[in-house]
């Protein structure tokens, strides 16, 4: 049988010539690696093709016997338009991804069959049901177990990449209001995949470096250190996600991530405001231990990425210069910032969604970067124009290259990941600007 899986990467309004796009890739910026999975469990027995439309166009004709598209929420309105031309040349289409999963209604309009959630194993019975005639229109994610077996994703992607991905878990226990991973079904449970098999994967990684795209990676420390200890001397070097009250925590952690051959840890820190913090749910962050996290991270020569999302209802037009005056007394190296999006699924798009507050539905606008809803304290505009100041000020060529100037102390390798990055916001404070 002959497969289509589409990576379905279009960003929105947010259109991206053809060095960003290649700067986004070779870093493993923009892929997910959902699509990737679903490949990687599909039988032998089956022809897979898997496009990433960056670089391959979408082979409309090839005569594919199901289409399966993986997409998230801003891509929503494109991923539909595929559907729907395969779906008119009576292809049989599965819609796959967050938004599918919070929204199958929807979806379901656009295809033949949604697949919910994680749904790796979901797709294999699919797969069984479409080849005996009786594919059903919703398939539920089957529960990972300990007898649970994942294929390494090792599938090649179209294009040039310079950094590959890897998840050794899966899930998130933290239920934090704004996070749609957590909040599709089965999001919230929590598996481990056994670390030889991601030792395994990560040895036959073809990049030298590669993503940890786990959600965190200081949710199960035992686990996390087992996994460290058996890395090092693989000579790879990584980026993976991890929260302040672990890190700030547990030093043996934070230097096993060296030994193993870590670059940077990404941190959400979301808010420089503990009410903020507290209000969301996020219960791994104490404001007080943001300083101890960054000088812990920075004295075994790592990077600190730094994530910030404004516009809750605890946010005043104050939080951009207050934020902006922590990050730099902190000495964070590389900042996202982001606009509260309220993804559907989520307790944030219900309360939202309930007051009445929802501005549009138009889900291409759902990209992290466009104001969707009426903030509580201040206007979209004026949220909007914060975002703008932020990147404008942190990324100012001058400071930036300060910044970037500074990581010397810590290695080639870091100094020249920190210019990529620094050049990758830059590029999103452009976006921002137009």
């Not at 938004?99 to 019975?125: D, F």
């Not at 949220?383 to 102390?409: C, D, H, M, W």
Request: with cysteine.
């Amino acid at each position: 049988m002959k497969i289509l899986i589409i990576e379905n990467v279009w960003m929105g309004r947010h259109r991206y010539g053809f060095f960003d796009k290649t700067l986004l890739t070779a870093f493993s910026i923009l892929p997910t690696m959902s699509a990737r999975q679903l490949a990687a469990i599909t039988p032998s027995e089956h022809q897979v093709t898997l496009v990433n439309e960056r670089y391959t166009p979408i082979p409309y004709t090839q005569g594919f016997d199901l289409v399966n598209i993986n997409f998230t929420t801003s891509t929503t309105p494109h991923a539909y338009q595929i559907a729907n031309r395969f779906r008119t040349q009576g292809t049989p289409v599965v819609l796959s991804g967050m938004h599918a999963s919070a929204l199958p209604e929807e979806a379901v309009q656009h295809a033949n069959a949604i697949l919910l959630g994680r749904g790796e194993l979901g797709w294999l019975h699919l797969l069984h049901d479409f080849q005996k005639g009786q594919m059903q229109q919703r398939y539920e994610p089957i529960p990972y177990t300990h007898e649970t077996h994942l294929p390494p994703t090792n599938v090649k992607l179209p294009g040039f990449v310079m950094t590959g991905a890897v998840e050794a878990t899966r899930g998130c226990p933290y239920a934090c209001q704004f996070c749609p991973e957590v909040h599709i079904p089965g999001g919230s449970c929590y598996y481990k995949r056994p670390v030889a098999d991601v030792i395994e994967e990560i040895k036959h990684l073809p990049q030298k470096t590669f993503q940890f795209y786990d959600s965190s990676l200081t949710i199960d420390v035992r686990y996390t250190k087992e996994l460290f200890s058996q890395m090092k001397g693989l000579g790879k070097r990584f980026f993976c996600n991890g929260n302040v009250d672990t890190l700030a925590q547990d030093e043996e952690l934070v230097a096993l991530s060296k030994e193993a051959g870590c670059l940077a840890w990404l941190i959400g820190f979301e808010s420089v405001s503990q009410p903020t913090l507290d209000a969301i749910g996020k219960r791994t962050n104490m404001v007080e231990n943001y300083q101890k996290v960054v000088t812990l991270i920075h004295r075994y020569h790592m990077l600190v990425i730094g994530c910030f999302i404004f516009g809750f209802d605890t946010d005043t037009p104050q939080v951009f210069r207050e934020t902006l005056h922590m990050i730099n007394t902190l000495g964070i190296d590389v900042a996202d910032f982001c606009a509260l999006t309220p993804f559907p699924g989520t307790p944030i798009f219900q309360q939202l969604q309930k007051e009445k507050r929802l501005l549009t539905t138009n889900w291409e606008q759902y990209n992290l970067k466009t104001v969707v809803y009426k903030p509580f304290h201040m206007s979209p505009e004026e949220l909007e124009q914060g975002l703008r100041f932020l990147y404008q000020e942190f990324y100012n060529p001058l400071f930036a290259v300060k910044r970037i100037s500074k990581t010397l102390r810590f290695g080639l390798i870091p100094f020249g990941v920190m210019k990529a990055r620094t050049l990758v916001a830059m590029m999103n404070s452009q976006k921002l600007s137009k």
